[in-house]
């Protein structure tokens, strides 16, 4: 009955697929874990600070570029 519990906690067997492979570079470390995040950052700010611009206020007297833009 020993053996049997032994053998479940057994953790000196390997999986398929668990070795590591071969080690990042300095530069894929820089690229993958600086560069990447602050370049996603930046996209996602300007793309935000131009979806949430002021839009221009049209004359009272024009009528609105698009029918989106006026309320009747």
């Known amino acids: 009955m020993i053996h049997m519990i032994a ?3 057994n953790m000196g067997s390997v999986e398929g ?3 590591p ?9 820089f690229l ?3 560069v990447t995040p602050v370049g996603l950052f930046l996209l996602i700010t300007v793309l935000v600070l ?3 611009r002021e839009k221009k206020k049209t004359e009272p007297s ?3 570029s698009s029918v989106i ?4």
Request: proline share 7%; no cysteine; net charge negative.
């Open 50 to 52: 131009a979806g949430t």
């Open 17 to 19: 697929g668990a070795m």
């Open 62 to 64: 024009k009528k609105p």
């Open 69 to 72: 833009d006026s309320i009747e």
């Open 7 to 9: 053998s479940a906690f």
């Open 32 to 34: 993958y874990f600086v």
């Open 21 to 29: 492979g071969e080690p990042l570079t300095a530069v894929q470390t």
